[in-house]
Nanobody
Framework: QVQLVESGGGSVQTGGSLTLSCVVS????????MGWFRQAPGKEREGVAT??????YYADSVKGRFTISQDNAENTVYLQMDSLKPEDTAMYYC???????????????????WGQGTQVTVAV
């Protein structure tokens, strides 16, 4: 059974840092893209950072502040978040899918497997 389990969320002050982790198990053969997405109340889910064969893709709003990485030996994907802002407050989801195109790496529609999410709250 495919499982993606996120951890590391919490509450921080503006300018603080958090590291999210996603432990992945039982992914089907061919699943090769991993990513982090977020959804704030009343807003659509948006791509934050994704990774495919070492290439990384970031939303403009997080470039220079967030870093996605992958440890294949530990089956874990990380999201290092620095210089956090109140607008980063959201539920963060880990996702896995099949590579389609680099232009679609931040599109949630192309990810098949999802975790339950971890809440990140950034106080003013």
């Amino acid at each position: 059974q495919v499982q993606l389990v996120e951890s590391g969320g919490g509450s921080v002050q503006t300018g603080g840092s958090l590291t999210l982790s996603c432990v992945v198990s039982e992914l089907p053969y061919g699943v090769d893209s991993m990513g982090w997405f977020r959804q704030a109340p009343g807003k659509e889910r948006e791509g934050v950072a994704t990774i495919y064969t070492g290439s990384t893709y970031y939303a403009d709003s997080v470039k220079g502040r967030f870093t996605i990485s992958q440890d294949n030996a530990e089956n874990t994907v990380y999201l290092q978040m620095d210089s956090l802002k109140p607008e980063d407050t959201a539920m963060y989801y880990c996702a896995a899918g099949y590579y389609v195109s680099r232009w679609l790496m931040l599109s949630s529609r192309h990810y098949t497997y999802w975790g339950q999410g971890t809440q990140v709250t950034v106080a003013v």
